[in-house]
């Protein structure tokens, strides 16, 4: 969960249709109301966000190389069709591609994906953010426009019945 306190809350951006909160939420867990419906805020795909980025850190939970976990941070940017990087599990992005999703290393250095220790993997990250944020804006959206194909087959994958199975095999398997 994130802590949202000791922030300036005018710096946040936060959804604008559909979402009401009395007061803004200590923790990212905490219940608001999206389009009528009680939800944790943590929940939101960040449209707004999103519409105003060209592409996602995803910073996930875990950054060990004990197991690799997936909540719902990485599931945001699949089900947005969103270019993203992981700060997470030695693995995470090799994970994906065995659960059948795909990444983006035709235009993308992935490499840090495979480093075991978690200080140079985070150093690889940064040199494969630097080299993005060196991109102008018409390189990254043909970019963007190249990676269409990757972008939806993740969403497709996402909510096709394969996957689902998948899902609801390893839960019953692991409870």
Known sequence: YLAIDNVDNEKWIWENEGLHMDQIPKFSVEWVEYFGQPIRLSQIVPITVYQQTAY??????N??????CFTEKIVKPLLARRLFIIVGNRYSLRTLKQLGFKTFDSIIDESYDDIEDPVLRMKAIGETMS???????????????EMSPVLEHNYNR??????LDYCWDELITNI
């Open 158 to 163: 996402f909510y096709s019945n394969e996957f």
């Open 63 to 68: 950054f060990e190389n004990h197991y690799v």
């Open 56 to 61: 996602s850190l995803v910073a996930e939970t």
């Open 131 to 145: 080299k993005i944020c060196s991109y102008s804006e018409s390189e990254l959206y043909d970019m963007l426009q």
